[in-house]
């Protein structure tokens, strides 16, 4: 999906004020009649104290001389272009530099004796922070180096130069996903440099080739800790952000949780039929017959599957930050579940929530001006929902397009990733929501969904069962546009939370298992 569809997804809350409009009638008459529950969902001012981690808590406190060389260290980053054009096609001079750069802004990183760093696949990198307390399962904070393509036209300062303007950093990578390489690293080395060793031993993995499917990096890595016999009890990629202003009914920014994730299948379709002279055209060309197979495609939508993912606990959850009669509606989705289900399709980002969708990326047919075409190919790009399977898909895909003209070919294809936990035992997740109460005071609800596009932590499905993808960076619709679009910029004052955040995280893991809640009458 094209993450800018999540800003029109802000158009959804005229959709849901006519909701709002069209039930309020009905909830006033029922709400005579009903006990409707109200939203009681926990802030996280509810979740229970982690306390200390260890003795000697190190407080997320950074001089002058640290703020200006972080910011600078992130600006150099984003100099070196790591284009990443297809999986054949990496920019591997500018990937070399970024190798030979980490040790000179990260020395502690590469000089302490509980680090190993190690080069995979000649571009990656794979730390492996050796904590004091091995009883502690270890964790990994993943990120990718590599970014999407950038041309000049278009945007205000040229995508790899890196340059401040208004208290923001702008550049290719900004946010997607060298922030994250980089603070990631800043947080430890400057851990480091306080004398810090952690309990619980953890893994930085920073795959090359995301953008173009993973395959030479994080999936490689993976490979390699599952060689190792290596067991994750949690790890935490990119794919969730806290979001603010995308929703007229919530006045503040809410965190989102990836716990789950879509799977995808690229589908090629093809009409083979006899060429000829275009002065006597048959009465159906190959062009014609896959043209109204690809539109019976997109004109069909797959079933709709709300209720089978994350997709009510987020609303839930979400209940509280809404005013009546919203919150109402929400919190009783047992009654108003159908409403909602339809609501849900009529944004690109919350459809793409609730469903498999089909995309049509690729046509390709036709030789001459003249010439009746032998042939036409058509590649559609799925992403699967959760509660979906391959063969199901395959099934019903076949079935919309009704026609044995038309012939398949699977192109590529992987499974919908498991839902991780986001219960109360869920460490991983709990650790996540702490540090966000902790870092974001203004947050008042972290809620889990499932990541409609794909990110490197699909790959380590193998090694761990607690897979979170969540960005610790306040996004706005302009914010969100620019992934993949035109004037990716972060404030620096963002880029610094994000190191503060992953300082306090990284210290917060050191605790052996998720506290008792304060009250045993809320769920987490
Ligand atoms: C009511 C509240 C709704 C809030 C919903 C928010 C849902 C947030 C979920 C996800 C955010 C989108 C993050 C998208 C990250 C995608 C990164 C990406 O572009 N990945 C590529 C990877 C890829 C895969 C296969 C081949 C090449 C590249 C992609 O998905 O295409
Ligand atoms: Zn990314
Ligand atoms: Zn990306």
Redesign the pocket.
């Known amino acids: ?1 094209a ?1 800018r569809d ?1 800003a029109r ?1 802000a158009g ?1 809350s005229a959709g849901v004020r006519a909701l709002a409009k069209g039930v309020v009638g009905t909830v006033l008459a029922l709400g005579a009649v009903l006990l409707l529950r109200t939203a009681t969902f926990p802030g996280p001012d509810e979740l229970p104290d982690w306390g200390q981690a260890g003795t000697s808590r190190i407080p997320a406190q950074f001089s002058e001389t640290e703020r200006t060389a972080m910011k600078e260290a992130l600006k150099e980053a984003i100099r070196m272009p790591t284009v990443a054009f297809s999986s054949e096609n990496i920019n591997t001079t500018a990937l070399a530099e970024f190798g030979q750069f980490l040790p000179k802004v990260f020395p502690s990183m590469f000089s302490t004796s509980f680090i190993h760093h190690e080069v995979v696949e000649e571009y990656s990198h794979l730390f492996t922070i050796r904590g004091s307390n091995p009883k502690l399962e270890p964790y990994m904070l993943l990120a990718h180096i590599d970014v999407v393509p950038a041309s000049e036209d278009g945007w205000e300062v040229p995508p790899f130069s890196g340059l401040e303007r208004d208290g923001f950093i702008y550049g290719r990578g900004t946010l ?1 996903n060298k922030n994250s390489v980089m603070a990631i690293l800043q947080a430890m080395e400057l851990l480091l440099r306080r004398n810090y060793v952690p309990q619980r031993s953890f893994y930085i993995s920073l795959g090359h080739d ?5 395959k030479h990096g994080a999936q490689k890595i993976a490979a390699l800790l599952e060689s190792r016999g290596i067991r994750l009890s949690f790890i935490i990629d ?4 806290i ?1 603010d202003s ?2 007229s009914g919530i006045e503040k920014p809410f965190a ?1 949780i ?1 716990v789950s994730e879509k799977g ?1 299948m690229n589908l090629m379709l093809q009409v083979d039929s006899a060429p000829g002279h275009s002065s006597a055209p048959p009465k159906e060309t190959s062009i014609g017959i896959l043209a109204a197979a690809v539109s019976r495609l997109e004109q069909t939508p797959m079933p709709n599957m709300f209720g089978d993912g994350p997709e009510k606990a ?2 839930e959850q ?1 209940a509280g930050q809404f005013s009546f009669p919203l919150n109402v509606i929400l919190t009783n989705l047992w009654i108003f579940g159908p409403i909602m289900k339809r609501i849900l399709e009529k944004t690109p ?2 459809n793409a ?1 609730i469903r498999t969708t089909v995309a049509l990326t690729m046509f390709n047919a036709g030789i001459k001006v003249n010439v009746i075409p032998p042939t036409a190919q058509a590649t559609v790009n799925l ?1 699967i929902h959760p509660a979906q399977t391959i063969p199901e898909v395959l099934e019903i895909i076949q079935n919309i397009v009704a026609d044995d003209r038309v012939q398949y070919q699977v192109l590529s294809v992987f499974n919908p990733l498991p839902m991780s936990p986001y219960d109360s035992d869920a460490f991983g997740y709990q650790l996540l929501r702490r540090t966000i109460k902790d870092v974001f005071p203004e947050v008042t609800a972290v ?1 889990p ?7 490197d932590v699909r790959h380590f499905a193998n090694i761990s069962t607690g897979l979170y ?1 969540f960005n610790p960076v306040i996004l706005q619709p302009q914010g969100f546009n620019s ?2 679009g035109l004037n990716e910029k972060i404030s620096i004052q963002a880029y610094e939370t994000q190191v503060m955040f992953l300082f306090e995280l990284i210290q917060n893991a050191d605790v052996e298992k998720v506290p008792v809640p304060h009250s045993a009458t809320h769920d987490l």
């Open positions: 999906m993450p999540v997804a959804m997607d995301e953008e173009v499917s993973g990119e794919g969730g952000y979001f995308f929703f989102v990836s995808g987020l609303l979400l980002v919350s929530m992403r809620v969904a499932t990541c409609i596009g794909n990110t993808r992934f993949h």
